[in-house]
């Protein structure tokens, strides 16, 4: 999905600020998009039971039941 002109302009802002270089639109969109598309692709919302299954005594068993359905998720989202 493309992001809109206010969110490339707010990325040029941010990226400049971190890097101290100035990235000009057409090159903005392009890593603006791709650092989307990344976020998208690693982030996985976390429900209150997912926490607790991470949290829980067997905390191993509960981080391996959230990463399949991370995985399954992202699998499931139409994308790539």
């Known amino acids: 999905s ?7 302009k ?3 802002r941010i990226y400049e600020t971190r ?5 000009g ?4 969109t392009k890593y603006a998009n791709r650092f989307y598309r990344l976020i998208e692709l ?3 919302p ?4 997912d926490l607790a299954l991470v949290e829980s005594p067997n905390a191993e068993l509960g981080i391996s039941k959230f990463a399949a359905r991370s995985a399954s998720l992202r699998d499931n989202s139409g994308h790539g």
């Open 10 to 12: 707010g990325f040029q």
């Open 2 to 8: 493309m992001l809109s002109e206010e969110h490339v």
């Open 25 to 28: 639109y057409e090159e903005a």
């Open 42 to 44: 690693v982030y996985t």
């Open 46 to 49: 976390m429900t209150h039971e």
């Open 19 to 23: 890097f101290h270089k100035q990235l």
